[in-house]
């Protein structure tokens, strides 16, 4: 029988199977994304601490099984973290369904995710702590981009490395640069480019590198920002996330 292996991990998707098993999918911090099956979970509260739904952070244990995608999951049990305090908030609901939602959609099964596990793990418990808002959002869109392998570039342009100022009125996010150009280069951003305050790219810059605890207070992207955003994503999913319209029917700007 493969050895019992464990690691720090988010549930992010779950559903019932059978009449007590549950088919569960986690961001885990030393396997990246893993899908299992765990057995009996409906019943045993021994084995299962924790029931496994969305949110939860726990330590999972699992055996591999020679063939076949899903994993055998063994036990889990309550994580250093408790599960974010999204209840009676509809705000943090939506927010932290979209987090998850994104974190599965940028990630594939058993390839290396450490740094997106991270990234998801301190934005939760940032949104259990606070309240949702458009910054932690932009922050964590930034981050887990970055995380999977697309840093954009919002503190200087993509073709001549001028840093905008706010007295530049208005940059070009260019999608194929996955960056903006500055005011000067625009004749070298192709027709569809976002047009940014410049205030915006400086806010989503500083974004870039915030802590989320810090992220909750700085000044957001703003409305041009999340469009920047939004349309980048599109250019990279191959599906429109469900949790979005929610999330952008809620969070106001
Ligand atoms: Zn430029």
Request: charged share 25%; hydrophobic share 45%.
């Amino acid at each position: 029988m493969p050895a019992e292996e464990s690691t720090p991990a988010i549930v992010i998707r779950a559903r019932d199977y059978s009449e007590s098993d549950r088919i569960v999918t986690l961001l885990t911090r030393d396997f990246g994304k893993l899908s299992g099956i765990a057995k009996g979970a409906k019943a045993s509260r021994r084995r299962f601490e924790r029931k496994l739904e969305p949110f939860s952070h726990v330590t999972l244990y699992f055996r591999r099984r020679p063939h076949g995608q899903l994993v055998f999951i063994t036990r889990a049990e309550r994580g250093e973290n408790p599960p974010p305090e999204l209840e009676d908030d509809l705000g943090k609901i939506a927010l932290g369904s979209y987090m998850i939602e994104l974190a599965d959609a940028l990630t594939t099964e058993e390839a290396e995710a450490a740094e997106a596990y991270l990234v998801l793990a301190n934005a939760l418990e940032t949104l259990g702590r606070g309240a949702a808002a458009t910054a932690l959002r932009q922050a964590y869109e930034l981050r887990m981009l970055s995380a999977a392998g697309f840093g954009l570039e919002f503190a200087r342009c993509r073709v001549c490395s001028r840093v905008p100022e706010a007295e530049d009125g208005a940059v070009y996010f260019v999608v194929s640069r996955g960056g903006i150009v500055c005011v000067r280069c625009r004749a070298n951003a192709p027709e569809g480019a976002v047009r940014l305050a410049a205030a915006n790219a400086i806010a989503l810059s500083g974004l870039c590198t915030a802590r989320f605890d810090e992220a909750t207070v700085l000044p957001h992207g703003g409305r041009d920002g999340t469009v920047a955003l939004e349309r980048f994503f599109a250019s990279i999913l191959d599906r429109k996330l469900r949790s979005v319209e929610f999330l952008d029917s809620l969070l106001e700007l």
